[in-house]
């Protein structure tokens, strides 16, 4: 499929870019996360958003296949060495917690749930579409609670209607508040959840699998 012949609503209700979204790095590279005490989300909060307040921005971005530093973290992403997940899938929006997510084409509630643990999703739902005869999946991670009381599996939802929010932590899965953004070709069969991160030696399959989001956040001019 062609995603840029269609009619998308952003994500968060507005394009993302250059005058209102700061584009942040979590690769080993960026000198600034030694400091971190990352197990402590409260000293990893300080660091996202001081970086957007610093630049007067509403939105960090960024994260798509990024090879990250900061899944250290946590054990949900450490199996083994060989296993070791860090290669991010979606793109990650920091912003504040109770702001507006969007459904960003027509579509239904394919399923939900709250993917508790430290580094988790968190409260988690899943999107189905279909357009032009294909079936696909937007995945919305790191929500709040109660975004999930009043949902029923099928329920229909407009492009640009507004259905969930970015939840605050430790209930997002203990991470600053951010949306993670996911668009999956395939679920495999997966309910209310679907690996957001991979391992190096699955790179290939979940790279065809999770295609570029940008376009669903208007970042596709970046």
Same mark, same amino acid.
């Given at each position: 499929m062609n995603w840029n012949n269609l009619s998308i609503f952003p994500v968060m209700g507005e394009q993302l870019s250059t005058q209102n979204s700061l584009l942040l790095d979590f690769t080993a590279g960026n000198a600034g996360l030694r400091s971190v005490d990352l197990s402590d989300t409260s000293s990893f909060d300080a660091f996202v958003f001081q970086q957007l307040h610093r630049a007067g921005k509403t939105y960090g971005h960024g994260? @798509?296949?990024?090879?990250?530093? %900061? @899944?250290?973290? +946590?054990?949900? &992403?450490?199996? +083994?060495?060989?296993?070791?997940?860090?290669?991010? !899938?979606? *793109?990650? %929006?920091?912003? =504040?917690? #109770?702001?507006?997510? &969007?459904?960003?084409?027509?579509?239904?509630?394919? +399923? &939900?749930?709250?993917?508790? #643990? &430290?580094?988790?999703?968190?409260?988690?739902? *899943? !999107?189905?579409? $279909?357009?032009?005869?294909?079936?696909? @999946?937007?995945?919305?991670?790191?929500? $709040?609670?109660?975004? !999930? $009381? +009043?949902?029923?599996?099928?329920?229909?939802?407009? =492009?640009?209607? =507004?259905?969930?929010?970015?939840?605050? @932590?430790?209930?997002?899965?203990?991470?600053?508040?951010h949306l993670h953004f996911q668009l999956i070709r395939d679920l495999e069969g997966k309910w209310g959840d679907y690996p957001g991160v991979a391992a190096e030696k699955e790179l290939d399959f979940y790279a065809q699998n999770c295609p570029d989001p940008s376009i669903f956040l208007g970042l596709n001019e970046h």
């Open positions: 994260g @798509y296949l990024e090879k990250r530093d %900061i @899944y250290r973290r +946590s054990e949900v &992403f450490a199996t +083994s060495q060989e296993d070791f997940r860090n290669i991010h !899938l979606g *793109i990650d %929006i920091w912003t =504040a917690a #109770g702001s507006p997510i &969007f459904a960003p084409l027509d579509g239904k509630v394919h +399923s &939900f749930q709250d993917n508790e #643990g &430290f580094g988790n999703y968190g409260p988690t739902i *899943i !999107l189905e579409h $279909q357009v032009e005869g294909q079936l696909f @999946y937007t995945l919305y991670g790191h929500l $709040q609670c109660e975004d !999930l $009381q +009043s949902l029923e599996v099928g329920q229909v939802l407009r =492009a640009g209607e =507004a259905f969930c929010q970015v939840g605050p @932590y430790p209930e997002n899965g203990d991470w600053p508040p």
